[in-house]
Every structure is written in structure tokens, then in C-alpha cells.
């Protein structure tokens, strides 16, 4: 919004289970919030209609004063704002979000990944500060990964980098509800621990492995295992980060799990690359995709045209 009297943001970090919305001061001030459980199985356009309440509740009223940037769990196009298909979103395949959103708020509005809104996030004003190669990955009910490569965000040639929960880990493994087979994501996901260990949630699985449960430990370590083996190989190998933080509800497991995950990174990957790369807990928490949504809007050129670092 260079050139131009900024607006105030209106940022929502749109998941599975949840959305969260903020409202952010041209200065990144954070005011009024509020969170409605996603209703993913009524289908995209009742979605659409608590993203309307929510805009409306947390302001501000005039649609000419906002923008709205929300970070989405599956495949964008940043430009256009067309979710692809959101695994833990049924029905999503190609929805014009933005256009949607826009229709029913009268506001501009931009649509990214979400782990790329929290790796913009946790780069600008977290763990990632100070980083010019940085990865941030969430573990929680999915697996994803956003990337800020030579101090920018990186996208790919269509906006559509960073699935490393889709990375197959097992070709034999469990489904994965993207179509394949032995995904990352149906290895090491809250959702995945939760399933191979017969409980209802990941947390489940945590408690019950702190009180002894066999079984419940060994899944843990497992999904810590596999994700570690993953990193290793696929983001540290690969790209030769200096830092990568870790993020997502599946890091509350406690210490156990952290450690097997490093574990896993250092028979994944190559001594130096590994010694050059700092494994980090994540700083924003729950407001990492609000802040990386924020940050999206202030850098946009004129609202809606160029996404931020591309």
C-alpha cells in the first residue's frame, strides 16, 4: 500500500478447526479479536459467511477504512486468491476466496497459505528475525512449511511452495487425505498421532504416553521421527537454511518429542549443513499467521495486485 493512506488489516488465520481474526493499526497495533469454530462441513460459502461476521465484529465498520488478508490451510494462487484444495477443508477444490470475500465485505482482500503468512510472520517479528535463509514449519492438524529464501518470501513459479507435509515419507504408509500414500502429514500430524494411536487427539496420545502408556510413546516417537528424517533431508539438505522454527500444538507433546524429532534431522541430513542450521521453537504462537497476514497487507503494492516477496 505504497503511496497510498494505509488501512487499517483486518487478518484471519483460517484452519481446519478454527478462525481467528485481528485487527491490526497501519503501525501493526493489535485491537479488537475474535475466533468462530470453522464450519468446514457446511461447505466454502457458510465459511465465507463467518469470515463476513468476523470481519464485521472486529472492524472497522467502513469498508473504504480495511483490508482483509487470510492465510488459508491447502494450495493458493496468490494472485488470484483461488484456493486449490484444502485437505481439512471439504469442497474447496478451485474457490474464488477472494473474489467471495470481497463480494460479501465490499473491502480489498488478499488470500495466502498460511505457513507461508507465519514463516512471513515469525521472519519479520519472531523466532526468524535477523535470518536472511529462513523455513518455518507447523505441525498441527496438518504439516506445512513456509520460506523466506535471501530475505524474501519464496512462493515457486505458481505461489504454491512449501506442502512439505505432502512430501511421501512411506510409500507403503497410511493414506493421506490428499490422495497418496505414507504423506509426512499422515505420519506426523496431530491429526495422524491421534488416529494411529486409537485416541481423539494428539493431546490424548500425550497424556496418555506421560502416564505410561507404551503405545502412545512409541507413536509419538514414531511421527517425531519421521518429521525429523524429513527435515533433515528435504528442507536442510536441500535448501541450506540458517534457521528453521518449529511451530503447531504437536511441539506442546513435551521434551520428549523435540528431541526425537533432532534425532531424526541429524540421521536425515549432512554435518555441516546441520551445524550451520538453528532448530528453533517458534515466538508468535497463535498469532504468527495474524502477524504474517498483517505484514502480507502492508507490503502488497496497490491492494490485491503483487503478493509480498514475490
Keep these: 500500500m505504497v503511496g497510498e493512506v494505509r ?62 488478508a487470510i492465510g488459508v490451510p491447502g494450495p493458493v494462487d496468490p494472485f488470484t486468491g483461488v484456493v486449490e484444495g484444502a485437505p481439512n477443508l471439504p469442497g474447496w477444490g478451485a474457490f474464488p ?95 495422524a498421532i491421534a488416529a494411529l494411536a486409537g485416541l481423539p487427539s494428539a493431546a490424548a496420545v500425550s497424556r496418555a504416553a506421560q502416564e505410561g502408556d507404551e503405545e502412545a510413546a512409541k507413536v509419538l516417537a514414531q511421527a517425531a521421527w519421521h518429521l525429523g528424517v524429513a527435515v533433515g533431508g528435504s528442507l536442510i539438505n536441500l535448501l541450506n537454511p540458517d534457521a528453521i522454527a518449529f511451530g503447531g500444538g504437536v511441539f506442546a507433546a513435551g521434551p520428549a518429542f523435540w528431541d526425537q524429532m533432532t534425532a531424526g534431522v541429524a540421521h536425515g541430513s549432512f554435518r555441516a549443513p546441520r551445524e550451520h542450521c538453528r532448530l528453533l521453537r517458534a515466538e508468535l504462537g497463535e498469532d504468527q499467521g495474524l502477524v504474517g497476514a498483517f505484514e502480507l497487507a502492508m507490503d502488497a503494492g496497490p491492494v490485491g495486485t503483487t503478493p509480498a516477496g514475490v
Design 7 to 68: 488501512r487499517e488489516v483486518v487478518a484471519l488465520d483460517l484452519g481446519g478447526t478454527w478462525i481467528r481474526a485481528a485487527r491490526f493499526s497501519p503501525t501493526g497495533k493489535i485491537g479488537k479479536r475474535a475466533r468462530d469454530r470453522t464450519a468446514a462441513h457446511l461447505g466454502p460459502a457458510a465459511v465465507v459467511e463467518q469470515i463476513r461476521d468476523l470481519v464485521e465484529t472486529v472492524g472497522p465498520a467502513d469498508p473504504g477504512a480495511r483490508v482483509v
Design 97 to 191: 476466496l477472494k473474489d467471495r470475500v470481497e463480494a460479501e465485505v465490499g473491502s480489498p482482500c488478499l488470500v495466502d497459505h498460511d505457513a507461508t503468512l507465519a514463516a512471513l510472520g515469525e521472519h519479520r517479528q519472531g523466532a526468524g528475525r535477523g535470518f536472511r535463509n529462513f523455513v518455518y514449519v507447523t505441525v498441527s492438524t496438518g504439516i506445512g512449511a513456509g520460506l523466506c529464501l535471501d530475505g524474501k518470501l519464496f512462493r515457486g513459479g505458481q505461489g504454491k511452495a512449501g506442502e512439505f507435509g505432502h512430501i511421501v515419507v512411506d510409500p507403503d504408509g497410511p493414506p493421506c487425505h490428499c490422495g497418496n500414500r505414507g504423506c509426512l502429514e499422515a505420519l506426523s500430524s496431530g491429526t
